[in-house]
């Protein structure tokens, strides 16, 4: 792929996660999440790529991307494991990668431990079984309904995991929810100042090439980062045909035409014009009779890039989610994008052009007794039944898929 052009400022780092418990052990990193950090603005976008991504790997030839790491540890790769997935990241999606971070399964549910835990909003229902040493019985069942739940490190570790009733798309999905949820935990107990202190524990956790002070660097540009110059995206079904490679393994192959615009348009940072601009605010007045949904709601707007300015209840009078339009003109309202999150046709919009002075948000989202927040996880990470474009593939392939995945 053509490397990807940022400002020169912009730092890169991989977050991978083991599949092994201790960092000791290098294993296969089934987690990949590309960070772009641009500390001008500053903004953040964060990069999902499923394991199965079939990917060309240096010395190796194509092969799914969670094993790059431990082959590049095996066969003595420049800078190990963690030069491979930098190489490999590079050369099948153009994102030059600065720094890696990568965690095992004690260090991951030591971090949210020492974190008190992690709000997580669960958007759908969601249910497995796990291997616990905890239990009486050696596993334990765990049922999440769409609500907020507050999960203590063995827990995220589960959530974060899951794939019984469902699939690596939702996954990363998923994954990149707790990463948000852990930011906002360590911002709120202020643990920046702690870093030098907790540095050799982390060590002892994490492993990484990022030094104390780049640390603390990035540390202080995420302290004064705005939530609405956050943004998620993720390699999913829309430049990805699944396929049997000849060694007979499920894989995703990647439209090779496809990569270097989707990989544009999600290691954007938000443009400087709206990044100096407020967004948009939405009201979410909560009718659906349960609590914890209109905090759900909330926290989906805030990945769209919507400002929540409140949450509230409502009686359950509404079979139909709304929204009401306070805002006075049309010029460049994002009303097709709510309209998109919920599901809803223009006959669900009620106008109320309020002056800006004098209306409470620029929006209020009525979550009705149709209002199911799974849709919405939907739209950007192109999965199920949602209609998705279909690439053309390249003239000359590297690799043609020639029969459906198993």
Not at 269 to 278: D, I, T
């Amino acid at each position: 792929m053509p490397t990807l052009e940022q400002d020169p400022e912009t730092i890169n780092v991989v977050l991978l996660g083991s599949d092994q418990e201790a960092i000791d052990s290098v294993g296969r990193t089934d987690v990949i999440i590309i960070v772009s950090v641009n500390p001008d603005i500053p903004s953040v976008s964060l990069l999902s790529v499923p394991r199965d991504f079939y990917a060309w790997i240096p010395n190796e030839g194509f092969n799914k991307i969670n094993v790059a790491f431990s082959h590049g540890e095996r066969n003595r790769y420049p800078g190990g494991g963690a030069g491979m997935i930098k190489a490999v990241i590079e050369y099948n999606l153009g994102i030059p990668i600065h720094y890696y971070a990568r965690v095992g399964f004690d260090g991951f549910v030591k971090i949210v431990d020492a974190l008190g835990g992690v709000d997580v909003p669960v958007e759908c229902a969601l249910s497995d079984t796990f291997p616990d040493e905890e239990s009486p019985t050696g596993s334990t069942d765990v049922d999440w309904l769409p609500g907020v739940h507050h999960l203590d490190g063995k827990h995220a570790l589960w959530y974060a995991r899951s794939r019984w009733s469902t699939h690596d798309f939702d996954r990363n999905r998923r994954q990149q929810q707790v990463i948000r949820g852990l930011y906002h935990q360590a911002m709120t107990l202020d643990v920046i100042p702690k870093l030098p202190e907790l540095w050799g524990t982390l060590k002892e956790t994490v492993a990484t090439d990022l030094g104390l002070d780049e640390m603390l660097y990035l540390a202080n540009v995420g302290r004064n980062l705005d939530m609405t110059s956050v943004q998620s995206s993720f390699v999913g079904g829309d430049v990805l045909q699944s396929w049997t490679a000849p060694n007979g393994g499920y894989v995703l192959v990647p439209y090779r035409d496809a990569i270097p615009g989707l990989v544009a348009d999600a290691m954007a940072p938000p443009a400087m014009a709206r990044a100096q601009q407020q967004a948009f605010r939405v009201e979410v007045w909560n009718a659906t009779g349960n609590e914890g949904l209109g905090h759900v709601a909330a926290a989906r707007l805030g990945w769209e890039g919507f400002e929540v300015a409140a949450v509230k209840g409502a009686p359950p009078n509404y079979p139909r989610t709304q929204i009401v339009d306070f805002t006075t003109t049309s010029k460049g309202s994002p009303l097709w994008r709510l309209r998109r999150i919920y599901r809803l046709t223009l006959d669900d919009v009620v106008a109320q052009p309020t002056d800006e002075e004098e209306r409470p948000a620029d929006f209020r989202v009525i979550l009705g007794g149709d209002y199911d927040p799974c849709f919405a996880t939907k739209i950007r990470w192109h999965y199920d039944d949602l209609p998705t474009p279909t690439p053309l593939p390249p003239a000359t392939p590297l690799v043609t898929p020639t029969s459906p995945g198993s």
